[in-house]
């Protein structure tokens, strides 16, 4: 099983969410894993209920069988910083090269220099050894950018190749790109069962197949019951209105004759259930096309009172079930 | 919603407006923004502006449905525009490098913009840099706005990472290129090789061989030469930044904030608001797209949950013994062809007499199902017969509408969440649509829908069930 799993999705679909519930399911049972966010949103915070992350690894949450999820909120300006001190034993030069420009300059403006720094701090954790011999993370897990931007952000190489073709630079991005490249990695995709996302996961899979880079599974979050399809709306729209009417007065709801309460309720309640079995074709349709990406499919049901940390650890539950982990 | 005390937006009186020269559409990425800039454009054109939309990444199919599919950074007349109040509608998207290199063409000599062109640091800073896009986007505007041939600009902003991308970038941008860095960096190859270092304190020589050392020698080199290329053009970079940052300001400007009824989404959308305050642009309101409504809203979840409970213990009691107390069920197939008027008098008046005491009438009301339904219709989707095929449609229904009121009170209070932060700030809400939307008939549902919310809030809600 990779080690690295990048999730990634087009914005409005939950990766944020996936990604904390596919860290929470991979640490289950005494695991470690970390949980990087890259675009400094703090959504991971948001998640877990706790104040805004600072650049430092901390546990933010025990998975059941007494497991651990980390957190860490790379900003690029302190892993430049990091790096520097690291490689090169920089720690005040940093200050004076903020100073100048120069931080703002390789974290915001210089093409690619930012994502290297974003994806070597993840690679570092996911090859970083304790004192033991063994990896101080089982997992690392990123929330990563959106579908649109996935594979520019991950092929850090060919971004830089064009750029540093020799230097410390282009050394890093090469190490990266081995770690990226190798199935170690796993790209995942998460999507609704709407068009726009399922359009977005199959041109971004293709991008990163194209590029060589390790794909991992669909994750179909948000899925909603299908309770009735066209055929029983419309059939029941055909002949059974008074039937309904009665069988929702008999239930309390009013009288059943013309006018009465149960009688208006008919007809609003069946628009609902053609709008409800359009949205069960449609889905049905773009099931179909996320099974013929041939990669493991795996849903995650809608949480109708929205994600809050208990719902987490069910959509996690839910994944660990369905992922062979 | 009627419970919110917001003031409503109005998106025709603002399209109506001649003053309205430019709407700024921003929000967070996969809350209808693309959709909603066109669906603005396609409305304002058939109500006689000559609008155009610029946009930045559209679906592909809506591309496709508006003409706009091929990139070629040159605004198109959209076709199948109602033009009959005069108006049209043109559209765009956006080409961000090629946007870059046109702006390079225009503003130095030929000999020097191929030299830029050519450059490999400029080459990945014009395709990739993080906020070239959103650079882009505010400089395609300017020059829309300079050509004065369309009375209406409507712009779709790139799904930034967060709202400072978008307003940041022209002063970013501005700053870098012509900022202290990219001054100490040139100053080598400014003046002829190190030489020129030392008019530069040891300090920044240290520093700019650090740089080099970290950055490797050869991109160095291209900075150098990029920055060296481009210096005639920092100045016009700056004063075009700042010029697009006070078109963003000024009056006929109207920044649109659109967001959909999720907590991340206001979240965004309350930052953006606050963030437009900030920089003292001028905020018009906020879109909600994707609203969830009822015709049935008079009902709550809770009761229709209830309801269904009711009868699906009335359904499992039947299925227990299904015809031994109800005998007149026994042949559904046979009721039928006789009685095709389903609005019958007859047998709601059973019905009248079982709602009196729910618990009793069952039966009684079951017989008069029995009686009241062709069962033709049925017959595909139970075989068991009308009376409990009825219940069980009904179990769903009930429990779909359910589901749909809890949508509305989380989508509820998410919104309330929202103006009670910024009461201040108008709101249209548009009605959810089961699909996607890819063509000009959608778009013109969604410009309709965002119409019409005004009567849809104003409308008083039926009273309640019980």
């Known amino acids: 099983m990779s080690r690295l799993h990048v999730v990634s999705g087009k914005g409005g679909t939950g990766k944020t969410t996936v990604a904390a519930a596919l860290a929470l399911a991979l640490a289950t049972d005494g695991r470690r894993t970390l949980l990087v966010e890259v675009e400094g949103r703090q959504g991971i915070a948001q998640l877990f209920e706790t104040g805004a992350l600072p650049y430092e690894e901390r546990k933010i949450a025990s998975a059941p069988g007494g497991g651990e999820v980390h957190a860490l909120a790379i900003d690029p300006e302190f892993a430049l910083l990091d790096y520097l001190h690291m490689f090169y034993k920089m720690g005040s030069a940093g200050r004076a090269l903020k100073k100048l420009g120069a931080i703002d300059f390789a974290t915001t403006i210089a093409p690619g220099l930012r994502d290297v720094l974003l994806t070597g701090k993840a690679c570092e954790a996911v090859r970083r050894k304790g004192k033991d011999g063994r990896f101080v993370y089982d997992f690392v897990v990123m929330d990563a950018p959106p579908t649109g931007r996935i594979t520019r952000f991950l092929n850090v190489n060919h971004e830089v190749a064009g750029l540093a073709r020799t230097g410390p630079i282009h050394n890093q991005a090469q190490a990266v790109m081995r770690v990226l490249k190798s199935p170690e990695t796993a790209v995942h995709m998460v999507t609704l069962l709407e068009e726009m996302p399922v359009q977005e996961t199959a041109d971004g899979i293709g991008e990163l197949r194209a590029d060589g880079l390790p794909t991992g599974a669909v994750i179909v979050n948000m899925v909603r019951p299908a309770i009735l399809d066209h055929a029983a709306v419309e059939a029941a729209a055909q002949g059974q209105r008074a039937a309904v009417a009665k069988a929702l007065s008999q239930a309390g709801l009013g009288g059943a004759r013309r006018g009465g309460l149960a009688e208006r309720l008919v007809d609003p309640l069946l628009e609902q259930a053609r709008e409800h079995a359009e949205r069960v074709a449609l889905e049905r349709a773009q099931r179909a096309e996320l099974t013929g990406l041939g990669l493991p499919l795996y849903e995650l049901e809608l949480l109708t009172d929205g994600v809050d940390l208990a719902g987490l650890y069910r959509l996690a539950a839910d994944l660990r079930k369905q992922w062979p982990m | ?466």
Request: charged share 25%; net charge negative; aromatic share 4%.
């Open chain 2, 1 to 466: 919603m009627s419970m919110d005390m917001a003031p409503r937006l109005d998106t025709d009186a603002l399209l109506a407006d001649p003053e309205t020269r430019i709407v700024v559409c921003c929000g967070s990425g996969g809350v209808g923004k693309t959709t909603t800039a066109a669906a603005l454009g396609v409305r304002a054109a058939e109500r006689g502006r000559k609008a155009v939309v610029l946009t930045i990444d559209p679906a592909r199919r809506l591309a496709q449905s508006m003409g706009i599919d091929a990139l070629d950074n040159v605004p198109r007349r959209v076709e199948g525009i109602d033009g009959s109040a005069g108006g049209e509608l043109h559209a765009m998207m956006l080409d961000m490098k090629r946007t870059f290199d046109e702006f390079v063409e225009a503003h130095a000599d030929p000999e020097r913009a191929r030299a830029i062109l050519a450059n490999p640091f400029y080459q990945s800073l014009s395709a990739g840099f993080a906020g070239t896009q959103e650079y882009m986007a505010m400089e395609k505007l300017g020059q829309l706005r300079a050509r004065d041939e369309w009375d209406l600009i409507i712009v779709d902003t790139p799904p930034s990472r967060s709202a400072l991308d978008f307003l940041d970038a022209p002063k970013r941008l501005g700053s870098f290129l012509d900022g202290k860095f990219i001054k100490v960096l040139m100053a080598p190859a400014k003046v002829g090789g190190r030489a020129g270092m030392k008019f530069l304190n040891v300090g920044v020589s240290m520093m700019t061989g650090t740089v080099s050392k970290v950055l490797g020698g050869q991109l160095m080199r291209d900075v150098q030469t990029f920055a060296a290329a481009m210096d005639t053009m920092f100045g016009g970079f700056r004063t075009r930044a700042e010029a697009t940052y006070r078109l963003l300001q000024a009056p006929g400007t109207a920044f649109l904030v659109v967001a959909a009824p999720e907590r991340d989404a206001l979240r965004e959308a309350a930052y953006f608001v606050e963030r437009l305050a900030a920089d003292r642009m001028p905020l018009a309101g906020l879109v909600l797209n994707r609203v969830h409504g009822s015709g049935a809203a008079q009902l709550s979840a809770e009761r229709a949950l209830a309801a269904a409970e009711t009868l699906s213990l009335g359904l499992a009691e039947a299925s227990v013994a299904p015809t031994a107390d109800d005998p007149e069920n026994d042949d559904p197939e046979n009721d039928g062809p006789g009685n095709d008027d389903p609005e019958s008098d007859g047998p709601e008046n059973l019905v009248e007499g079982g709602i009196v005491d729910p618990g009793s009438g069952n039966a009684q009301g079951q017989n008069a199902s029995a009686a009241d339904d062709p069962p033709a219709a049925d017959a595909p989707s139970d075989p068991d017969g009308s009376p409990t095929s009825a219940e069980r449609l009904a179990v769903d229904l009930l429990r779909l509408h359910a589901e749909r009121m809890q949508v509305l009170a989380r989508e509820q209070r998410t919104h309330h969440r929202f103006t009670t932060l910024h009461p201040e700030v108008p709101v249209a809400e548009v009605a959810a649509l089961p699909g996607d939307v890819h063509d000009l008939s959608g778009l013109r549902a969604i410009g309709e829908r965002l119409a019409e919310q005004t009567e849809q809030q104003q409308a008083t809600p039926t009273p309640a069930v019980g």
